[in-house]
């Protein structure tokens, strides 16, 4: 158990719904990024957040958007959903966003768009 | 923009022998790090090893070690006295020195592991 914990572990939703993909981070990370493992495009990183900014952004679409709470939690909400969308979105966490430091990945959220 | 090429989708190894998975990478920086990450069934993603570019010594974690040629870009993951449980997807990650924890990821190799 990596300590990263992502709600909901699957998720079916309908083209054009919007959904909410919840990161609670390791105790002490600041740091929570998000990424996106799809067939089609591979692991991507799509946005990071250090809290509670932003950080740096990736291949994040614009129906996309993150944010980061002041207990460090993280969500990820996708409006607008296609059924290219379909993929398992992970959130990983980090103390702090220098390269000495680990990032520990949760168990993903599978999104099915139907 | 740095790019991660796995060339290997599939690889076979039997249970005790060994096994090495390629990795190269596209980068004009001369500071980074690379990793190999394994992908159960559970789906988590899980550190094996990492290496980082200026250190000339090749990581060893265990059964693992990687053949890092910085000249060559290319970073492969040998698995000696191969397991049931090493069969997994097996994903090679690079991250610039100044990038936090951005990862980009090699499209992956799947080793399937023979009783």
């Known amino acids: 158990d990596s300590g990263v914990t992502q709600t909901p572990k699957h998720l079916i939703t309908a083209t054009g719904q919007r959904v909410t993909l919840r990161c609670s981070p390791r105790?002490?990370?600041?740091?929570v990024y998000w990424y996106q493992q799809s067939l089609d495009q591979g692991l991507q990183f799509l946005i990071q957040y250090y809290n509670g900014e932003e950080r740096a952004k990736g291949n994040i679409l614009e129906r996309f958007s993150a944010q980061q709470f002041p207990d460090l939690h993280s969500e990820l909400n996708l409006s607008s959903l296609e059924l290219g969308d379909s993929a398992l979105y992970f959130c990983?966490?980090?103390?702090?966003?220098?390269?000495?430091?680990?990032?520990?990945f949760g168990q993903g959220t599978r999104l099915t768009v139907v | 923009a740095q790019t991660v090429t796995q060339s290997q989708p599939e690889m076979s190894v039997q249970e005790a022998e060994t096994v090495t998975l390629s990795c190269t990478y596209d980068?004009?920086?001369?500071?980074?790090?690379l990793f190999w990450y394994k992908q159960p069934p559970s789906r988590q993603m899980i550190l094996v090893i990492r290496?980082?570019?200026?250190?000339?010594q090749n990581a060893t974690e265990n059964r693992f070690s990687v053949n890092f040629q910085k000249a060559a870009k290319s970073f492969s993951l040998k698995i000696s006295d191969s397991q049931l449980g090493d069969a997994a997807m097996y994903f090679c990650a690079y991250r610039r020195s100044n990038a936090g924890n951005m990862l980009t990821f090699g499209g992956g190799t799947r080793l399937m592991v023979k009783p």
């Open positions: 290496q980082e570019a200026y250190k000339q």
């Open positions: 980068t004009s920086e001369s500071d980074y790090y």
């Open positions: 990983a966490s980090s103390v702090r966003t220098d390269m000495n430091t680990e990032a520990f």
């Open positions: 105790s002490g990370d600041l740091s």
